[in-house]
């Protein structure tokens, strides 16, 4: 099926635990240290780097980008790790997460509570999946390289939904 | 003696650690094909598909084959023959890494302190290195790039010796369930039996580095390697932790003497890209 970002809660509430999707639109990276930053800013009031209303946030930590080229090699990582984080980001309007792996319960609740859901793409295939990413920008945390905020714009960026506005999961 | 310049250990280093983060290793990459001709789960199927797409566009594009290159592991085996000259061993083989990982564009994974100061070295060093004494006069390296979400998902066990082979298998399967689709399956497991707490991880780790065309020498181990590859492959993990016959790829035991109290038990877990490669320098 195919989504043009951003994707909002109505598309959400359409989609079912195991659709293949393919993304066009913008996406926002963020993994750990990101996330860290991104609450420290959000308990502050700061403005945040994007706006977070039906946004969706991709947990990579690419590798560096070659003369020449638009990305490294950008393939998922272990969603887990964000999950202290995400019930907050889901609260305050993230529509989609994409990484890999189980999540908690406390983010399943979120993902129900505001019709959001969870993608996953394969993991260990950052060589195909950047071919998807068509412009890639740093617009925060620089100073963090691999960790920082990157805006990506992605055409047919192939992924799975993972878990359902329903809180229907693909591992269950 | 036979002189070595710790030079050219440094330029292997460097070679090596760009090989493997550009192309799959030989035996890991003939698993990987026979695994996605048998699949029989669609879905799965498909996945194997992709990850043989990913390799052959991270071989002609020169894109690492994933965004996680690793933590860098060296086994250094030295013959006691050998001279090593031109300056410090150690340094040498950090240097090759640091390298590398510039030269090649790879990622640096590395932080200075893991609690306090998670400060990225930005160079991907240190390594871990893990020297040993052989006879002859050559010197053998083998290297990893460890990725961490796969790592994330390895235990150690101090079980009782009582517990004997259903308490490993029970150990080993039970990983391999918990790691699920965060390991990146399918996987390739290394187990780590006997000898101290501390030593039957880094057998563990050696496991995961080994050759996976080959068994254990020992036949009752490699029997063992064989039954424990049999039931993880059932319990319908599936590549990327979708469903499927294929959660495993190979696991590979190493084992050790150890006190007759104990019988340590370590599993590492390791994903469908173990980037491993071992060459010799005389």
């Known amino acids: 099926m195919k989504i043009t970002l951003p994707l909002t809660k109505e598309t959400c509430m359409k989609l079912h635990a195991g659709d293949s999707l393919q993304l066009s639109g913008v996406i926002y990276t963020a993994r750990d240290a990101a996330h860290k930053r991104l ?14 209303e039906n946004s969706c946030i991709y947990y990579v930590g690419p590798t560096p980008t070659p003369p020449n080229a638009i990305v490294g090699s950008a393939g998922p990582t272990t969603s887990m790790r964000m999950d202290a984080y995400a019930p907050l980001l889901y609260d305050l ?52 390289k691999a960790e920082a905020i990157y805006r990506y714009e992605v055409e047919d960026f192939p992924c799975v939904v993972a878990m359902d506005a329903y809180g229907k999961s693909v591992y269950e | 003696m036979k002189q070595i310049s710790v030079l050219k250990i440094q330029d292997k280093i460097r070679e090596m650690v760009q090989q493997i983060n550009f192309h799959y290793p030989k035996d890991i990459e003939d698993l990987l094909e026979k695994a996605r001709q048998n699949e029989s789960h669609s879905l799965g199927k498909e996945i194997l598909d992709l990850l ?45 890494v640091a390298l590398g990982y510039e030269e090649g564009y790879l990622r640096k994974s590395i932080v200075s302190d893991p609690l306090f100061h998670r400060i990225n070295t930005q160079d991907n060093t240190p390594c871990i290195i893990y020297p040993s004494i052989v006879d002859g006069e050559q010197i053998k390296l083998t ?17 009782k010796p009582a517990q004997s082979v259903a308490g490993v298998k029970e150990t080993v399967l039970q990983a391999i369930q918990n790691a699920g689709p965060n390991a990146c399956p399918p996987m390739v497991v290394g187990v ?37 590859l049999e039931e993880a492959n059932r319990l319908n993990i599936g590549p990327q932790g979708l469903g499927g016959d294929t959660s495993v790829l190979k696991i590979n035991i190493e084992s050790a003497p150890t006190h007759i109290a104990g019988l340590p038990v370590a599993v590492n877990i390791s994903c469908h890209i173990t980037r491993h490669i071992s060459e010799v320098i005389e």
């Open chain 1, 93 to 144: 309007g993230v529509s989609a997460t994409i990484g890999k792996g189980y999540r908690t319960p406390q983010v399943k609740e979120a993902i129900i509570r505001n019709h959001a859901c969870y993608l996953i793409c394969i993991g260990g295939a950052g060589a195909l999946l950047s071919q998807s990413i068509k412009k890639a920008e740093c617009i925060a945390f620089e100073d963090l």
């Open chain 2, 192 to 228: 780590g039996i006997g000898g101290s707490f501390d030593y039957a991880a880094v057998l563990a780790k050696k496991a995961t580095l080994r050759d996976c065309t080959l068994s254990n020498p020992d036949p009752e181990y490699a029997q063992l390697e064989q039954e424990l």
């Open chain 2, 52 to 96: 043989k797409e990913n390799s052959r566009i991270a071989a002609e594009k020169r894109i690492p084959i994933c965004q996680d290159t690793g933590m860098v592991i060296v086994f250094i085996e030295i013959g006691q023959q050998v001279q090593l000259v031109d300056g410090s061993l150690n340094e040498a083989i950090q240097k090759g």
């Open chain 1, 39 to 52: 609450a420290e800013m959000i308990e502050k009031k700061e403005k945040l780097p994007f706006d977070l």
């Open chain 2, 143 to 159: 290297v990893g790039c460890k990725g961490f979400g796969s790592e994330n998902m390895s235990v150690i066990r101090m079980l």
